[in-house]
């Protein structure tokens, strides 16, 4: 008899666990630059039987992004902040129609590799319900899927911090119009110059060529006025970006 029970008690739990995955749905659209990522997330989290999540479209660039999210209307996007045509706060700003005033928004989720302040602030204040960074677990990450379609505010940690400093404070610093002159790609350049990364090596970390990088720090001088990695270092230390 006791047996008998065990194991009904395990049928039990694991029928309840089946159905509470059956009820809870999300519709996701994925928007990263980088396949190969996007791919990996897609096998992490994409099991709808098993975890919920479905993903209804993918994008690599803001263009891209904009036709898929207005297409689809997923619950929620979950969002890279540097991308080709204008960085994730491009899309949030040419969805903002989709993010409220209607039955079912459309919620974004910041899961990007940066966790700089700047970062963090700018697609905050362009309409995300939170930012995660990409050493997120799978299971993490489903479980702030679900917390951002249900209206929650998620936020890795250590970040939570800069969105606490930014508004909760009345002395929030203003914003840098130097810097919003830098698309979010010559930001991370930047930042990466700043604490001393050889081109080569940024080069491999953001899988870019040579040239590219530095395409990206002759516009990061031309817009800040400066004349070599020197005074850029001096600069990005100066607004605490490095």
């Known amino acids: 008899m006791g047996a008998g029970d065990g194991e009904g008690g395990e049928r039990m739990t694991t029928e309840q666990a089946a159905g509470e995955t059956a009820e809870r749905h999300v519709r996701v659209v994925l928007v990263d630059d ?8 897609q096998a992490e989290i994409g099991a709808t039987d098993r975890t919920g999540v479905e993903v209804v479209g993918e994008a ?3 263009d891209q992004a904009v036709t898929v999210i207005t297409a689809t209307r ?3 996007v979950l969002l890279d902040v540097h991308l ?8 949030l700003r040419r969805c903002a129609s989709l993010m409220g005033g209607q039955e079912s928004p459309v919620r974004f989720l910041a899961l990007s590799v940066s966790d700089a302040a700047e970062d963090v602030i700018g697609v905050i204040r362009g309409g995300a319900r939170g930012y995660v960074t990409k050493t997120i677990t799978g299971g993490d990450l489903v479980d702030a899927i679900f917390r951002i379609k249900d209206g929650d505010a998620v ?5 939570a911090g800069f969105v606490l400093d930014a508004f909760a404070s009345t002395d929030a610093p203003p914003v840098d119009e130097d810097l919003d002159r830098l698309t979010q790609r010559e930001r991370e350049v930047l930042r990466l110059i700043a604490r001393g990364y050889a ?4 080069a491999k970390q953001l899988f870019i060529s040579v040239k590219t990088v530095e395409s990206h720090v002759s516009a990061v001088l031309r817009k800040l006025q400066l004349s070599n990695r020197h005074e ?7 607004r605490r970006l490095v």
């Open 34 to 41: 980088h396949r190969m990522f996007r791919t990996g997330v």
């Open 60 to 62: 690599a660039d803001v």
């Open 74 to 76: 997923p619950e929620v």
């Open 84 to 91: 080709p045509g204008g960085g994730g706060v491009e899309v």
């Open 155 to 159: 936020f890795s940690p250590r970040l």
């Open 199 to 202: 081109y080569k090596e940024i």
């Open 232 to 238: 850029l270092t001096r600069w990005a230390t100066a």
